[in-house]
């Protein structure tokens, strides 16, 4: 069974620095892994998709890598905004029979202080 | 585009009575649909998923069910609810075909259950 964990569970930081938050899962046979954030009492907004042949992604100041045969992946946030505040949830989708539904670690709370 | 909406928004409902939760997507025909729950000081857990009409899998005994009257409706219910029935609840799609899509979440509907 899929296990994906997040570390660290919370994260406070000044405005300004650079920083990695860090994803594992247990079984590396994935179909892909997703980044999404969630504001407080909110959905979730996907912020990168990384498919098990690829190695990183990237949008505008976030960079995702995935190490799937060590059953890694990274969220790199550059030059951090109090708009990045929120929680960051990793999910992958394994290969099996067409269920394709998503496993999620518990999350990384981040406060990005002014 | 493709929209997903859920409703209600937020819901209060005393432990004994019936539930039913709407999640409709637009934009798009035959997508994959599924629905996570959220409780309190936990991760995402995937509820139910549905490959098409009537398809309706469960991943999680428990005193839920869920439907799929149409290609574009998913419908969380319960006869009698309990306190652990409380969370926040996601309804999300997938393109039909292809594990490598990205999945897309609705804003959530709040439970409480009292």
């Known amino acids: 069974k899929q296990e994906v964990t997040q570390i660290p569970a919370a994260l406070s930081v000044p405005e300004g620095e650079n920083l990695v938050l860090n994803c594992s899962f247990t079984d590396s046979a994935i179909y892909n892994l997703q980044w999404f954030r969630q504001d407080p009492g909110k959905g979730l907004t996907s912020l990168l998709l990384i498919q098990s042949s690829q190695r990183e992604q990237t949008s505008g100041r976030l960079n995702a890598s995935l190490d799937k045969s060590s059953g890694r992946s990274t969220l790199y946030i550059a030059a951090s905004q109090p708009g990045d505040s929120a929680t960051y949830l990793c999910?992958?989708?394994?290969?099996?029979?067409?269920?394709?539904?998503?496993?999620f670690g518990s999350g990384t709370r981040l406060q990005v202080q002014p | 585009s493709q929209t997903i909406h859920q409703w209600p928004a937020t819901l209060v409902q005393p432990v004994g009575s019936p539930l039913s939760l709407e999640c409709t997507v637009e934009?798009?025909?035959?997508?994959?649909l599924y629905w996570y729950r959220q409780a309190a000081g936990r991760g995402l857990q995937l509820l139910f998923y549905s490959v098409g009409i009537g398809q309706i899998s469960s991943e999680v005994p428990q005193n839920l069910s869920a439907s799929r009257p149409q290609d574009r409706q998913f419908i969380l219910s319960s006869k009698k609810l309990l306190l652990s029935d409380s969370g926040f609840y996601l309804c999300?799609?997938?393109?039909?075909?292809?594990?490598?899509?990205?999945?897309?979440f609705g804003p959530g509907t709040r439970l409480l259950v009292l």
């Open positions: 999300a799609w997938r393109a039909g075909t292809g594990g490598w899509k990205t999945q897309y």
């Open positions: 999910a992958v989708v394994n290969w099996d029979t067409g269920r394709r539904a998503l496993t």
């Open positions: 934009g798009t025909s035959n997508p994959n």
